[in-house]
């Protein structure tokens, strides 16, 4: 009975000593794992940082499109008033025309008359 529970108290003693890791073999096992955590927090910087500049250039462009719809709208609104100032010139061309053309033959029926006498 003296031998079990020896064989017994031996038997513990090793499961817990086996059980218990060292320091060292922990860090074996840790070590390589601390440095892929530390690449994949550099390169979610990295990316972080991308994204920002990204997201700033994004910003610019759409400033520069914001403005230049605000041109663009300009000078639509500019040519349809000139396009306007056009065709009143274009009608106050036809009604001078119209008033030359009837003046000229005023002349010419003057003239005609002026050389019947």
Do not use: H, W
Not at 53 to 64: H, I, K, V, Y
């Amino acid at each position: 009975m003296r031998n079990i529970g020896s064989a017994l108290v031996v038997l513990s003693a090793m499961a817990v000593l086996s059980g218990c890791a060292t320091k060292e073999y922990v860090n074996n096992q840790v070590d390589p794992l601390n440095d892929r955590l530390c690449k994949m927090e550099a390169k979610a910087s990295e990316l972080e940082a991308r994204i920002n500049a990204l997201d700033g250039r994004a910003n610019t462009l759409a400033a520069e499109v914001n403005t230049a719809k605000k041109m663009a709208s300009d000078a639509q609104a500019a040519a349809a008033r000139a396009g306007e100032k056009a065709d009143g010139a274009a009608s106050r061309a036809e009604s001078a025309a119209s008033r030359a053309e009837a003046a000229a033959n005023k002349a010419a029926k003057a003239f005609e008359l002026g050389q019947k006498k």
